[in-house]
């Protein structure tokens, strides 16, 4: 069983559509993360989580330290929000651990 | 904010021939860089840590003869793939923390290496 286990795998939504995507994590943890990686390959880190929420524009990201487990939303989804979505932890070795990364899809 | 500019962005190569793929921080002072490789559809896979003015740490499996990490300075870290291989195609992509103890990362935009 992975360290970080991600659903779905792959989604695809309509524009304007409520997005939400899941973590899981089994290890201790300093920090979560929710990166974005578009199809050239550049990663971009989304959020850096701790504790509680965050939120940035449209997007919405809530860890529960007790549960181990973190969600990243998108409201009003756009198809320029298509990408692979990717949860990592970092851990007391200060590396990332990354999940497999959700597949975004929204079309028109 | 904090950037991280990697290059070059895609090569191809001959089998044999090394490559090196570099990744400068530019507004800020990388004091680790790590260095990942990521094939098709899968995860990223950690290959190496690297702290400015030490030896590189290798993660299990990853040769240290053939992926030769460099950080000779706060701004830049080098991975020179040496003796290439078909095998070593894939997308190298590095990210890097401002201060020993930060949690934040930066990445660079990737390398596509592909050897023929």
């Known amino acids: 069983k992975n360290e970080v286990e991600q659903s779905p795998q792959n989604l695809t939504a309509q524009e304007g559509e409520f997005i939400t995507i899941n973590c899981s994590y089994s290890v201790g943890i300093s920090a979560l993360h929710w990166l974005q990686q578009h199809p050239g390959g550049g990663i971009v880190s989304l959020f850096m989580?701790?504790?509680g929420k965050k939120k940035h524009g449209r997007l919405i990201a809530t860890i529960n330290i007790q549960e181990k487990h973190s969600s990243l939303h998108i409201t009003a989804s756009h198809p320029r929000d298509s990408a692979v979505y990717i949860c990592?932890?970092?851990?007391?070795?200060?590396?990332?651990?990354f999940g497999t990364g959700t597949r975004l899809q929204v079309t028109l | 904010g904090a950037v991280v500019s990697q290059h070059p962005s895609r090569v191809i190569c001959k089998s044999g021939t090394s490559v090196k793929i570099e990744c400068r921080s530019l507004?800020?002072?990388?004091?680790?860089m790590f260095w990942y490789r990521q094939f098709p559809k899968q995860s990223l896979m950690l290959m190496a840590t690297?702290?400015?003015?030490?030896?590189?740490?290798?993660e299990q499996g990853v040769e240290k003869d053939k992926f030769l990490i460099n950080h000779a300075s706060l701004t830049l870290s080098t991975l020179t793939v040496t003796s290439a291989h078909p095998e070593d195609s894939s997308f190298y992509i590095c990210s890097a923390r401002a201060r020993q103890g930060a949690q934040g990362y930066t990445f660079g935009s990737g390398t596509r290496l592909t050897v023929v």
């Open positions: 989580l701790s504790s």
């Open positions: 507004d800020f002072q990388a004091t680790t």
């Open positions: 690297s702290n400015e003015g030490s030896k590189a740490t290798y």
């Open positions: 990592a932890v970092t851990g007391t070795a200060s590396k990332l651990t």
